[in-house]
């Protein structure tokens, strides 16, 4: 399947960004919505047969509402321009690494695995990569991993983190506040009828990455 729908909501929303036009466009937001749905469910049968350690899922379980709160924040405007969907066992909200799609004109990718983790979660990491990195590096160096993922998603610390020697021979793997992964997507992407299948493919490769971090946590 394809999104052109979903995408060319969002492309219209990114230049009309406010809750008359989203008003007066309700019937073409649902479309998009219902779309997106379908496609994450689509997903979720296909990565059920890659990674069946996600178990049984909705799309509400993993997909993101488009409001968002500006109670908050300086930019001010009522929705979100993009779609997202988090595929991960236990639902959007788990602290375990899953597969993310974000669909966004201009700014579209798609990758995973442990995004934001709480502190303690990020400590467990941190403290089993320090007493063996060897399989994470491995896994990072794959010729086909390197081809969709070239490095570690997100923040970094400027230094060793609070407890870890600076002369740790791989102190930058315990620099990242955030053990995720992104791949770029275009937006011509969006248009083409196996979607789903192109990003399944790149779940696939992927998975050991979320093996690694989802037995440590």
């Known amino acids: ?7 060319d909501f969002l492309l219209e929303l990114q230049f009309n ?3 008359q036009w989203f008003k007066e466009n309700e ?8 779309e997106f749905e379908d496609f994450t469910s689509n997903l979720i049968t296909g990565l059920q047969k890659i990674d069946s350690e996600i178990g049984e899922l909705t799309p509400k379980d993993c997909t993101f509402r488009i409001y968002r709160d500006v109670r908050f924040s300086k930019d001010k405007e009522p929705y979100k321009n993009n779609m997202g969907a988090f ?3 236990g639902g ?3 602290p375990f690494a899953g597969y993310y799609v974000h669909l966004e004109p ?6 995973g695995g442990v995004y934001m983790p709480e502190k303690p979660v990020l400590n467990i990491i941190r403290n089993s990569i320090f007493q063996n990195p060897e399989p994470l590096k491995s896994i990072l160096n794959q010729k086909e991993f ?5 490095e570690i998603y997100g923040e970094k610390l400027k230094t060793a983190p609070k407890g870890f020697p600076k002369d740790f021979e ?3 793997l315990l620099k990242h506040k955030h053990y995720a992964l992104a791949h770029s997507l275009n937006d011509d992407f969006w248009t083409n009828n196996n979607v789903d299948a192109e990003i399944l493919k790149v779940f696939s490769v992927m998975k050991e990455f979320n093996d690694y971090f989802n037995r440590i946590i």
């Open 1 to 7: 399947m394809n999104l052109k729908t979903s995408f």
């Open 17 to 19: 960004n406010n809750r």
């Open 27 to 34: 019937d073409f937001y649902k479309k998009a919505k219902s």
């Open 87 to 89: 595929i991960v066992k």
């Open 92 to 94: 959007k909200k788990s």
């Open 106 to 111: 201009g700014g579209s990718f798609v990758g």
């Open 146 to 150: 390197k081809s969709y993922f070239n």
């Open 170 to 172: 791989d102190v930058d």
